[in-house]
C-alpha cells in the first residue's frame, strides 16, 4: 500500500524558514501526482502546492513567491521548502498523492494521505 509519512515541522519565527519532508512508499509509478495541503483550526483544508510530473507545479495565491515545492523520485521525498513564513502559515500540513496521469485539478488529489506534521510561526 502507498504510504506517505510527513517530517520537518516545527515552530519558527515570522519571517523565517522550514522546509517539510513527506517519505513516500509503494508508489510505483513512473510519473507522480503530488501535492501539499494545510488545515488550521476551524478551517477548511486548503491546497498548498502541487508538482505534476507532466504539468510541472502550482502553488496557492497566498504561498507564491515564498513557497517552492519538489520531488525527487529516486529518493521517494516529496518537499515543500517555506521561506518568509506569516503567522497565518500556521497550521496541519499534509502531503498526498494521486494515481497518474493526473487528474487537471490538482486540489482534489486525494487517494492518499499522510498523517500531518504541525507548522506554528510566531509573530
Known amino acids: 500500500q502507498v504510504q506517505l509519512v510527513e517530517s520537518g515541522g516545527g515552530s519558527v519565527q515570522s519571517g523565517g524558514s522550514l522546509t517539510l519532508s513527506c517519505a513516500v512508499s509503494g508508489y510505483a509509478f513512473q510519473g507522480y501526482c503530488m501535492a501539499w495541503f494545510r488545515q488550521a483550526p476551524g478551517k477548511e483544508r486548503e491546497g498548498v502546492a502541487s508538482?505534476?510530473?507532466?504539468?510541472?507545479?502550482n502553488y496557492a495565491d497566498s504561498v507564491k513567491g515564498r513557497f517552492t515545492i519538489s520531488h525527487d523520485h529516486a529518493k521517494k521525498i516529496l518537499s515543500l521548502q517555506m521561506t518568509s513564513l506569516k503567522p497565518e502559515d500556521t497550521a496541519m500540513y499534509y502531503c498526498?498523492?494521486?494515481?497518474?496521469?493526473?487528474?487537471?485539478?490538482?486540489?482534489?488529489?486525494?487517494?492518499?494521505w499522510g498523517q500531518g506534521t504541525q507548522v506554528t510561526v510566531s509573530s
Open positions: 498526498a498523492a494521486d494515481v497518474p496521469p493526473c487528474l487537471p485539478i490538482w486540489t482534489m488529489w486525494s487517494n492518499y
Open positions: 508538482i505534476d510530473s507532466d504539468r510541472g507545479t
